[in-house]
């Protein structure tokens, strides 16, 4: 087949790839999208059984205070009114996320802020002079032991596959902390999920756009410069480099689903198991995510483990270690200037997917004008 030249072969059809081709369409540009696998979203990708859009890659629950991107997303999709209240479980207990006064309620029955203020103010006593350099110091010294305890140590242990100490603090910023009797996991302004699932809203980002599935880049367009004038690559960027600067750490998933005939599991979209001897991090029930009734019900569980060759990496791990490996990379990936990097594993950042959104939008806007 002789192949034709488009203006940008992008690798990778998850949120950053479709959304810079649909851009790039927009201003006249021909796109070429590839993916080594069978289906386009990324680690968004949701797939159908009977009535439930399954996230087949994890919960992705959609959250922005940025009203352009909210806009923008909603151009491709019709969000419905989902509230992400995960809630966490350790032996027989269960508990309120994120930190808020019902959490306080549940671990030291404390009920108004003062009390609970007090509490954590008792809590943290020992460690307030201390200057967080960890995650664990992070954690004890804004909430103290119990927490620590409870609801951080052994979750965040499995989840990243290190002790507390050796991870970054900024992980757990993601985990906000209130005084009010408020469950919502986010704070931001706009919140939902796309009715007919990630997929659809992919698929409508992608509409006019040539798109190859089960396409190896290494095996089929290596030598890009031949099909397309520049590359926008959205993989892993160590590998991209054939592993010369060094190789980059991640963390991947293993799920498990599965189908029962009971119509409702755990009467949540997202329970966490915060205890050690739990293998797995999280269950979530599918249904949940988009108010599904029917008889039956499809629950994943969650097993963190560590990236190697021929899994799907999910996480990456931004500790001193690989950040420094990255800061070489990307010194290398400013100089080619005939590539563009982006999305998660691209950028090696642990973007949310309106982040990833605003990266593909703004490199867009700088490489094709407005
Ligand atoms: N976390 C925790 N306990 C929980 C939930 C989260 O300790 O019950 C910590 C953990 O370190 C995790 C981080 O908060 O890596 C961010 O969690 P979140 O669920 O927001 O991240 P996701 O995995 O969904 O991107």
Redesign the pocket.
């Known amino acids: 087949m002789v192949e034709k030249m488009y203006d940008y072969l992008i690798v990778g059809a998850g949120l950053y790839g479709s959304v810079f081709a649909h851009e790039a369409k927009k201003r006249g540009k021909s796109c070429l999208v590839i993916d080594k696998r069978p289906h386009i979203g990324g680690n968004c990708y949701t797939e159908r059984i009977e009535d439930i859009e399954i996230h087949v890659y994890?919960?992705h629950i959609f959250h922005t205070s940025d009203k352009d991107i909210w806009d923008y997303v909603n151009q491709f999709a019709r969000f419905n009114r989902f509230i992400n209240s995960?809630i966490?479980k350790y032996h027989d207990r269960i508990f309120n996320?994120p930190l808020n006064m019902n959490t306080f309620n549940e671990l030291w029955g404390t009920v108004t802020p003062e009390q609970a203020k007090q509490k954590i103010k008792e809590q943290t006593e020992k460690y307030k002079d201390i200057k967080p350099t960890n995650?664990e110091e992070q954690v004890l010294y804004l909430v103290g032991e119990d927490i620590y305890e409870v609801?951080?140590?052994s979750?965040?242990e499995k989840?990243?596959g290190r002790k507390c100490y050796e991870?970054p603090p900024f992980?757990?910023q993601?985990?906000p902390i209130r005084f009010t009797y408020n469950n919502n996991?986010y704070d931001d302004s706009y919140q939902g999920i796309p009715i007919n699932g990630y997929t659809d809203m992919i698929k409508n980002i992608l509409v006019g756009i040539e798109v190859r599935l089960n396409t190896n880049f290494f095996e089929e367009y290596k030598n890009f410069r031949k099909y397309a004038n520049k590359l926008v690559w959205t993989g892993m960027i160590d590998e991209y480099y054939s592993y010369k600067f060094g190789r980059l750490q991640y963390r991947s998933l293993r799920f498990q689903t599965e189908k029962l005939n009971i119509d409702n599991f755990q009467g949540n979209a997202v329970v966490?198991y915060?205890d050690s001897y739990t293998p797995f991090t999280r269950i979530i029930e599918h249904k949940h995510f988009n108010f599904v009734e029917q008889e039956t019900t499809v629950i994943t569980r969650e097993y963190p483990l560590e990236w190697n060759y021929g899994e799907e990496p999910y996480?990456p791990i931004n500790d001193e270690k690989n950040n420094l490996i990255y800061n070489e990379i990307e010194k290398q990936a400013k100089k080619d200037t005939d590539v563009i990097f982006g999305g998660r594993l691209g950028n090696y950042k642990?973007y949310d997917m309106d982040k990833v959104i605003r990266k593909s939008l703004d490199d867009a806007k700088k490489e094709l004008g407005k």
């Open positions: 994890g919960a995960p966490a996320l995650l609801l951080i140590k979750y965040t989840q990243w991870l992980i757990i993601r985990l996991y966490n915060t996480y642990y």
